[in-house]
């Protein structure tokens, strides 16, 4: 069993893991000193740091148009990205094929 501690004591070591806490949120992360030296050799500036992590797909974030459309409630649609959606895959399993959902261009 735990030994009981005065509330004195109590606080003094809460005040003492804040400081703790403090010191290491302040501290600064391992590496940052050698992001500094390269930013400052090759003079890069926020745009070409901000490339260099956004540097997935140029499509990334874009809407897209969606390519197929459920016949029984017009409001579904799908752009044929991601996972198939429950109505139409609910349909192919019936026999009807992805191609006969297509949205017909204008």
């Known amino acids: 069993m735990a030994r009981p501690q005065s509330l004195d004591v109590i606080k003094r070591r809460i005040r003492e893991l804040q400081a703790k806490a403090e010191k ?3 501290a600064e ?6 992001l500094r030296a390269v930013i400052k050799r090759y003079r890069l500036g926020s745009g070409d740091i901000k490339l260099a992590l956004n540097a997935g797909s140029k499509l990334r974030g874009r809407k897209v148009k969606p390519k197929y459309r459920n ?6 649609t799908w752009t044929g990205r991601g ?14 094929k992805a191609q006969d959902f297509l949205i017909k261009a204008a």
């Open 83 to 96: 996972r198939m959606p429950l109505w139409m895959a609910a349909l192919v399993k019936k026999g009807k």
């Open 24 to 26: 290491l949120e302040q």
């Open 71 to 76: 016949p029984g409630n017009r409001s579904e």
């Open 29 to 34: 992360k391992p590496g940052i000193k050698e």
